[in-house]
């Protein structure tokens, strides 16, 4: 008895410890969703003083609003393509980077400048590579003979998307070969060593040693990546505004336009708990999956 005593008041202990901790996380992230949902189930035009429940007619609209799909297969093509590229140039920077070779610390450190410039500032110098008469973009292509006429990245609907595209890989790659990095050094080398001896090469071990035991870290990187890249907002919004045409209107661009410009609080609120949805079920999925690798 006096164990099981002992027990609760460690628990009561350890719940005090931590209710100031849940206390700030339930002001900061669970009211602003619950205030979000409330909001989309009303038709709030502060503007001309309108506030109405309107139950989910908010949704109803969406389902049929061709700038709501447009925008939500922006976001899943920028996602796709940004992360894939990302995934296959940082496991290619990591397997470098886990190499010895003289001065690795510096070219570790080097490596992740762009991740560590802010992005407004890091989207703004890309926007001045990407100038149509002064990029320096531009400047190369056509000194290389690449292209014959200087190209308009940004105010193409055809470049435009895959402009911000190449920012946010620019930008990101060295998050991701850094976590794949930190996967790789916990792999034994004994196991390579003991491939070596039967004989195995750089290809079969690559397949047979170091994919599967870097799928758990493969998955976090998969995770955060495809959360980022999925919420993205500021890199694009510098770069284009969601222009040209709305080519590269993402969810979150969307959503801001009708919640600060228009002034749309009940349906920008509903575009805002879809784009939460939509990250929910991304992150269920990729748990469920890291779950499943760490069982097995």
């Known amino acids: 008895m006096a164990g099981l005593g002992v027990i609760a008041r ?18 900061v992230a669970f009211y602003p969703i619950l205030w979000a949902l409330y909001l989309s189930l009303h038709r709030r035009l502060p503007i001309f003083g309108i506030s109405k429940f309107i139950g989910l007619r908010n949704y109803i609209f969406l389902a049929q609003d061709t700038r709501f799909w447009n925008a939500f297969f922006n976001t899943l093509y920028f996602t796709l393509v940004s992360v894939a590229l990302e995934f296959i140039l940082g496991l290619a920077i990591a397997l470098v980077l886990h190499q010895a070779f003289r001065g690795r610390g510096w070219v570790r450190a080097a490596v992740l400048i762009p991740w560590a ?6 989207a703004r110098m890309w926007e001045w590579i990407y100038n149509s008469d002064f990029g320096v973009l531009n400047y190369l292509l056509v000194s290389a003979s690449i292209i014959s006429t200087k190209l308009n990245w940004l105010g193409d609907s055809a470049l435009a ?11 990101t790659t060295p998050f991701v070969a850094l976590l794949l990095l930190a996967g790789l050094q916990f792999i034994p080398q004994d196991l390579y060593r003991a491939a070596q001896v039967d004989g195995a090469g750089p290809l079969t071990s690559f397949r047979h040693i170091t994919l599967p035991m870097l799928k758990p870290a493969i998955l976090v990187v998969l995770l955060f ?8 907002f500021d890199a694009v919004y510098i770069l284009t505004g969601g222009g040209p045409a709305n080519t590269t209107e993402t969810l979150s ?4 336009k009708l919640l600060f410009q228009t002034l749309q609080f009940g349906y920008g609120s509903a575009v805002a708990v879809v784009t939460f949805v939509s990250v929910m079920v991304i992150s269920f999925f990729y748990i469920r999956v890291l779950a499943g690798v760490r069982e097995g």
């Open 10 to 27: 460690e628990r009561r202990a350890a719940f005090l410890f931590t209710a100031p901790a849940i206390f700030c996380m339930a002001v």
């Open 117 to 122: 410039i802010p992005t407004v500032v890091s």
């Open 161 to 171: 998307m895959h402009a911000a595209i190449m920012v946010d890989v620019w930008k």
């Open 225 to 232: 990546r495809t959360l980022d890249a999925f919420r993205i």
């Open 253 to 256: 661009i969307y959503s801001y």
